[in-house]
């Protein structure tokens, strides 16, 4: 059986952090070191196809909010050392009732969803570099049910849980041929219907 690492899922509340993470740049270079593993600011920029400055800056924003940290780099000096999430991933949930929380959890959903359209976007663009077996493994549903808002809790839960074994951050030796894959799911009341 696979060895897996122990998950680290830390959940968010404090609306400063929010409000941090609520910045294009800063939340896909959270999202690339989460796939990729540890990262240096000009490793992030080349991926990301930003600059060094601007990403080495933005790196630096996400660890004064303790969400990434440098990682151990033997040989190198301190300004050339990768970069690495604190955590496996990240849960959005402000304090009931603090309002700068919401609103910047709101900023940050919202910017989570464009960057989502955004990677399926590039992915249409860029999938015909893949074999077929890549391409055919990619899936695109969209199924409409009808549960009760226990039955969704229980669903997600369920998916969760299937989903959890294969997080690239806690995953210890995957497969030679595994790759970043990233997997989106919403569940929520169809907007018609509210």
Not at 13 to 33: F, I, N, S, V
Not at 108 to 127: I, K, M, S, T
Request: glycine letters at 6%.
């Amino acid at each position: 059986m696979e060895q897996q690492e122990p998950e680290r899922r830390v959940r968010v509340q404090d609306a400063t952090k929010l409000r941090a993470l609520a910045h294009p740049l800063r939340l896909r270079l959270l999202r690339y070191l989460l796939a990729a593993g540890p990262r240096t600011a000009a490793q992030c920029a080349e991926a990301l196809g930003d600059t060094g400055s601007n990403c080495s800056y933005h790196l630096r924003q996400l660890g004064r909010h303790g969400l990434i940290e440098r990682a151990p780099a033997e040989g190198v000096n301190r300004r050339d050392r990768p970069w690495r999430a604190t955590s496996t991933g990240l849960e959005f949930r402000p304090e009931p009732g603090d309002v700068d929380g919401q609103q910047a959890n709101d900023a940050l959903a919202a910017l989570e969803l464009d960057e989502v359209f955004e990677a399926l976007q590039r992915y249409q663009r860029q999938r015909h570099k893949l074999t077929d077996e890549w391409r055919e493994g990619a899936t695109f549903h969209t199924y409409t049910l009808a549960v009760t808002p226990e039955e969704l809790r229980h669903l997600t839960l369920t998916l969760d849980a299937v989903i959890r074994p294969y997080l690239r951050p806690v995953r210890h030796a995957p497969p030679a041929e595994a790759r970043p894959v990233t997997l989106s799911l919403q569940a929520f009341p169809t907007p018609e219907f509210i």
